[in-house]
Nanobody, 115 residues
Framework: QVQLVESGGGLVQPGGPLRLSCAAS????????MGWYRQAPGKQREWVGS???????NYADSVKGRFSISRDNAKNTLYLQMNNLKPENTAVYYC?????????WGQGTQVTVSS
């Protein structure tokens, strides 16, 4: 019922910006919360940030001031703008939606920060 597709990942130099997109099936208005997670090799998946249906955002301390979440309701798309990227930000980034007690995940998009 809920399908999510991430895009926008790739190779970027340290300090550079990158914007990820998460396209959702249907209207995102029905989703209580959407967010971004990431997982690096050898590490557990960690929460990056979330946006609730009303637009309120929350971020992990490690990305505050550098990452921001926005959405385009007309395009049913959630964005993650990442600035001043660091090598330790290298990971597969996942979009997540929460609806009626169920988490829905996209396939992930690889972000590699390297010079």
């Amino acid at each position: 019922q809920v399908q999510l597709v991430e895009s926008g990942g790739g190779l970027v130099q340290p300090g550079g910006p990158l914007r990820l997109s998460c396209a959702a099936s249907g209207s995102i208005f029905r989703l209580n919360v959407m967010g971004w997670y990431r997982q690096a090799p050898g590490k557990q998946r960690e929460w990056v940030g979330s946006m609730h249906i009303g637009g309120t955002t929350n971020y992990a301390d490690s990305v505050k001031g550098r990452f921001s979440i926005s959405r385009d309701n007309a395009k049913n798309t959630l964005y993650l703008q990442m600035n001043n990227l660091k090598p330790e930000n290298t990971a597969v980034y996942y979009c997540k939606a929460f609806l009626r007690g169920t988490d829905y995940w996209g396939q992930g998009t690889q972000v590699t920060v390297s010079s």
